[in-house]
C-alpha cells in the first residue's frame, strides 16, 4: 500500500479558503473510508474529518463543523478538505489516511487509521 500524497496547504489569512487534496494509489481506494487529521506543535493529532467509501456520509469534528467540507472523487482516487472561515487555531499539519478496515464505524480514532502521509502545512495568520 503506497501512502497518499497530501498536497494543497500554505499560509492564509484568517477567514480565508484553502483546499486540501489527497492522491491515494490502488485499486481499493474506493473500498474505504478515508479521514483527515491534524496536529499542531506540542499536541496529540487530531481527527478533523471523515468520509465513508460511496461519499454519501462524512462526519467532522465540532469544531470545524459548518467551516470544513470533506469530500472524494473515487474516479481519481482522491479525497478533499474544503477549509473555509480559517482560524488561527486551524494551523497544524494535516494528514490523510484510510480507514484500515473496509467497514468504518465512524471512528474518530487515529489507531483506525492508516496508510498515512507525509502531511501538507496549514497556517493561519490573524
Known amino acids: 500500500q503506497v501512502q497518499p500524497v497530501e498536497s494543497g496547504g500554505g499560509l492564509v489569512q484568517a477567514g480565508g479558503s484553502l483546499r486540501l487534496s489527497c492522491a491515494a494509489s490502488?485499486?481499493?481506494?474506493?473500498?474505504?473510508?478515508m479521514g483527515w487529521f491534524r496536529q499542531a506543535p506540542g499536541k496529540e493529532r487530531g481527527f478533523v474529518a471523515a468520509?465513508?467509501?460511496?461519499?454519501?456520509?462524512?462526519y467532522a469534528s465540532d469544531s470545524v463543523k459548518g467551516r470544513f467540507t470533506i469530500s472524494r472523487d473515487n474516479a481519481k482516487n482522491t479525497v478533499y478538505l474544503q477549509m473555509n472561515s480559517l482560524k488561527p487555531e486551524d494551523t497544524a499539519v494535516y494528514y490523510c489516511?484510510?480507514?484500515?478496515?473496509?467497514?468504518?464505524?465512524?471512528?474518530?480514532?487515529?489507531?483506525?487509521?492508516?496508510?498515512w502521509g507525509q502531511g501538507t502545512q496549514v497556517t493561519v495568520s490573524s
Open positions: 490502488g485499486r481499493t481506494f474506493a473500498s474505504y473510508a
Open positions: 468520509i465513508w467509501p460511496s461519499g454519501a456520509k462524512t
Open positions: 489516511a484510510r480507514a484500515i478496515s473496509t467497514w468504518y464505524s465512524g471512528s474518530a480514532s487515529p489507531s483506525d487509521f492508516g496508510s
